[in-house]
């Protein structure tokens, strides 16, 4: 019995210290140790749209936009490894993302790979369910050039005190010219995205952000991207050769783009505005030389409000948001003497839709844009319904 | 029979000295600054107590951490050091915590962080302050105003989204710390009710 006895309070002490052993590991400190982790995940957007046109009969377009696997894999407490792998209209695949993360502490941590660059909302959070509207905003297509992403490297971290995150990035810069022009007054920087897709580098670019989110549900981002242009005209000229360097500049633009933007969600409403500005320097060689027509300054903003009119009924566990978007942009903002300033090119958006969240993963979406630019009087529409789905 | 209670309360004392768990310097840290803010200039002494009263308990407060504040000879308040889901590696959004599936997941797939709570003696929410948020995602909800708005819960249903107002991008974190302080109300309310761990009258 004796014996019993003694058994069984040194298994009851050995236990209380495996327990509280075990405590040691749950320190407020430390991460879980749960190395080898893969997540997996994706997104999707399923859409249609349907220009509407008072003259003439117009096709409706049904597509893919996109579906994207996420894979986040964790080596372990430090060190993990982000990556979506995308389809774009069913029959593109790109990657969207592919970086290694490590983390030293939550001041620092390293980044490496393809990154996207940090410039407003929609390049970073850009899973359908995150915004309202089956498209995108077209000021983060035209200004913007979403889904923007480079190969490149650089540091992010948190101040907790100050309620700050930055980000700050040396990347490999849009391909301006290879062979001939990559920038458009039309399409501003888009066309230039090498996506990390054997890309080519004639000089780095700088990419930061500060987002601060000491203020309840706002979060306001400042960022800035800085560097020039990439050409393939420096490739194989000679140091001394200087007519074939004068040549290869007038292919290069100079890019100073500038980003602010703010998310605010209370009692039910989600608010969010976005302003860019972007600065070009060259335009006037570059498209001299390439026959481009690109501004030497763009700009454009968009203002959003949407309210969750299940907000105040506990009961209803989905969300259903009528919301409305302002948006503006001109990617002739300004020109250089060279080249005249196309009106066409300043646009104004209006939309108006509903969006259905049966789940924070799952919505339902449906929207008119009444669509004009300055070199018409005619309002231009269309209809758009969509399926966006995030799984994570 | 005294011999064996000996011999077991030395093995008990070489075992727990080497177990013995306190607040990390710098989280103790956070949590002095947390407190220096609430009771200015007043010297606050943190005593740990006894979670595994019963089973219930026991499980639940498994590694995590119950204080009573006290303040010379009076007791404050609770402070309560917790361990919560934040979001996944590579992203932050789908997760519903209103079914509170996914808050029974055992951690693997989540990033965690770590929280502290300090309570009235009579529980009623005082502060809440994120400790240490490791994560890259979903980290908006260490802001101190948006933490603010569980100041003054008293326990029963609070409902992200309309009681707590969302945060974009932050959609797992900040679901997981609204139920997670629903839970822990909950464990305390057991806690001091059913365990005796009575506050002393002023």
Redesign the interface.
């Known amino acids: 019995m004796k014996y019993h006895l003694i058994l069984i309070l040194i298994f009851y002490t050995i236990s209380i210290k495996a327990q509280q052993t075990d405590q040691s590991s749950n320190t407020a400190e430390k991460l879980i140790e749960n190395s080898g982790t893969l997540n997996i995940g994706g997104y999707a957007e399923v859409d249609y749209n349907q220009p509407i046109n008072g003259d003439l009969y117009e096709n409706g377009k049904l597509d893919v936009h996109r579906l994207v696997l996420l894979f986040g894999y964790k080596f372990n407490s430090k060190t993990s490894f982000v990556t979506e792998v995308e389809f774009e209209h069913v029959k593109e695949v790109y990657v969207e993302q592919a970086f290694i993360n490590h983390r030293f502490n939550q001041f620092l941590n390293f980044r490496a790979g393809l990154l996207l660059v940090p410039m407003g909302i929609v390049n970073e959070y850009h899973e359908s369910p995150t915004f309202n509207g089956v498209e995108r905003p077209n000021l983060d297509k035209y200004i913007v050039p979403t889904t923007w992403r480079e190969i490149g490297m650089g540091l992010t971290g948190r101040l907790d005190n100050l309620s700050l995150r930055y980000q700050a990035y040396l990347l490999n810069g849009f391909n301006g010219y290879d062979g001939s022009a990559k920038f458009s007054g039309k399409n501003g920087l888009r066309s230039g995205r090498q996506k990390g897709a054997e890309s080519f580098s004639s000089a780095p670019n700088f990419s930061a952000k500060i987002d601060y989110y000491g203020i309840s549900s706002l979060k306001i981002g400042l960022a800035g991207y800085f560097g020039n242009s990439q050409t393939t005209l420096f490739d194989g000229i000679s140091k001394e050769d200087a007519s074939a360097i004068s040549r290869a500049d007038s292919s290069v633009v100079g890019i100073n783009m500038l980003g602010l933007d703010a998310r605010y969600n209370i009692k039910g409403f989600q608010l969010r505005g976005q302003y860019n500005f972007l600065s070009l320097s060259n335009t006037d060689q570059y498209n001299a030389f390439t026959g481009s027509d690109v501004g030497r300054q763009m700009s454009g903003y968009f203002v959003e409000i949407g309210y969750d009119v299940f907000n105040k009924n506990n009961e209803i566990k989905s969300q259903l948001i009528p919301f409305f978007r302002y948006e503006t942009y001109n990617t002739h903002h300004s020109v250089e003497n060279n080249i005249e300033t196309n009106n066409a090119f300043k646009r104004t958006e209006l939309t108006a839709g509903i969006g259905w969240k049966l789940t924070p993963g799952a919505m339902l979406k449906m929207d008119y844009q009444w669509l004009k630019n300055d070199a018409s009087d005619g309002i231009g529409g269309q209809f758009n319904m969509g399926v966006g789905i995030w799984f994570f | 029979?005294n011999k064996?209670?000996v011999?077991?309360f030395i093995?008990?004392l070489a075992?727990?000295p080497?177990?013995?768990?306190n607040?990390?310097p710098?989280?103790e840290k956070i949590v002095n600054k947390t407190l220096s803010k609430i009771w200015k200039n007043q010297e606050i002494t943190k005593n740990k107590i006894q979670t595994d009263k019963n089973l219930e308990s026991k499980i639940f407060f498994?590694?995590?951490y119950v204080y009573k504040l006290n303040i010379i000879d009076q007791e404050e308040g609770w402070l309560v050091?917790r361990?919560a889901l934040g979001c996944?590696?590579?992203?932050?959004?789908?997760?519903?915590y209103?079914d509170s599936a996914v808050c029974t997941a055992d951690?693997?797939?989540y990033?965690?962080f770590?929280y502290a709570i300090v309570f009235t003696p009579d529980l009623k929410v005082k502060k809440v302050v994120?400790?240490?948020?490791?994560g890259?995602y979903g980290?908006?909800i260490?802001?101190?105003?948006?933490l603010?708005?569980f100041i003054g819960y008293t326990g029963g249903?609070m409902?992200y989204?309309?009681d707590i107002?969302?945060?974009?991008?932050a959609?797992i974190s900040a679901n997981s710390i609204t139920w997670d302080i629903i839970q822990v109300h909950e464990m305390m309310e057991k806690l001091v009710e059913e365990n005796g761990l009575v506050f002393s009258k002023k």
């Open positions: 029979m064996i209670l011999l077991w093995i008990s075992c727990l080497l177990s013995a768990q607040l990390t710098r989280v498994k590694g995590n050091l361990r996944k590696v590579g992203g932050c959004g789908s997760g519903n209103n951690g693997n797939a990033e965690v770590d994120v400790v240490d948020y490791p890259d980290y908006e260490s802001s101190p105003g948006w603010n708005q249903g409902n989204g309309s107002d969302s945060i974009s991008g959609t």
